[in-house]
T-cell receptor, first 117, second 114 residues
Framework: AQTVTQSQPEMSVQEAETVTLSCTYDTSENNYYLFWYKQPPSRQMILVIRQEAYKQQNATENRFSVNFQKAAKSFSLKISDSQLGDTAMYFCAFMKGTTDSWGKLQFGAGTQVVVTP | DGGITQSPKYLFRKEGQNVTLSCEQNLNHDAMYWYRQDPGQGLRLIYYSQIVNDFQKGDIAEGYSVSREKKESFPLTVTSAQKNPTAFYLC?????????????FGSGTQLSVL
């Protein structure tokens, strides 16, 4: 079974600063996907970024980027130029790359990010 | 606009009562999922369905039941056998296949026990 660990329950960052969230996972699979989801106070789950394990290049989406270290099984998220709207719970998630596993995500416990003025 | 609609937003259950959470999607997605979220925890998979008239248990299926009679609909029943039903329930859908790894989530239903 896969496990996903987020070791930081809460992080605070000032506007315009950078914050990095950590995520480690445990798997014996070679083909898989990793995700960061954001859950603001509205509780809507929003996909922030995704990474395919077979791609060595780190994914980026505007101010969000990841540091994917496959050998270390680490998948951290960097939020640059933090904005007040980034305040949310952030979840790291893992999905096996097989057809029968599609949509079956294993989530970490989450990291609450608070952006202060 | 296409999306996933969950209803109701808030639901209260009495002891011994079954309640049903609604999930409807108009994204033409084949697969649908139910996740449960408890405070301070990530989401956990309850049930999923990859095609109409077929569904599979997830990691925490005990005390729950589902049906998938239509592609658009995937209702979840929380039965009286679920002893700790208070949680936030999220429905999601996807179109399985390479390049379609994103899950689309509804806005959730908060279930509480009276």
């Amino acid at each position: 079974a896969q496990t996903v660990t987020q070791s930081q329950p809460e992080m605070s960052v000032q506007e315009a600063e950078t914050v990095t969230l950590s995520c480690t996972y445990d798997t014996s699979e070679n083909n898989y996907y990793l995700f960061w989801y954001k859950q603001p106070p509205s509780r809507q789950m929003i996909l922030v970024i995704r990474q395919e394990a077979y791609k060595q290049q780190n994914a980026t989406e505007n101010r969000f980027s990841v540091n994917f270290q496959k050998a270390a099984k680490s998948f951290s998220l960097k939020i640059s130029d933090s904005q007040l709207g980034d305040t949310a719970m952030y979840f790291c998630a893992f999905m096996k790359g097989t057809t029968d596993s599609w949509g079956k995500l294993q989530f970490g416990a989450g990291t609450q990010v608070v952006v202060t003025p | 606009d296409g999306g996933i609609t969950q209803s109701p937003k808030y639901l209260f259950r009495k002891e011994g009562q079954n309640v049903t959470l609604s999930c409807e999607q108009n994204l033409n997605h084949d697969a649908m999922y139910w996740y449960r979220q408890d405070p301070g925890q990530g989401l956990r998979l309850i049930y999923y369905s990859q095609i109409v008239n077929d569904f599979q248990k997830g990691d925490i299926a005990e005390g729950y039941s589902v049906s998938r009679e239509k592609k658009e609909s995937f209702p979840l029943t929380v039965t009286s056998a679920q002893k700790n039903p208070t949680a936030f329930y999220l429905c999601a859908s996807s179109k399985p296949g390479q390049g379609n790894e994103k899950l689309f989530f509804g806005s959730g239903t908060q279930l509480s026990v009276l």
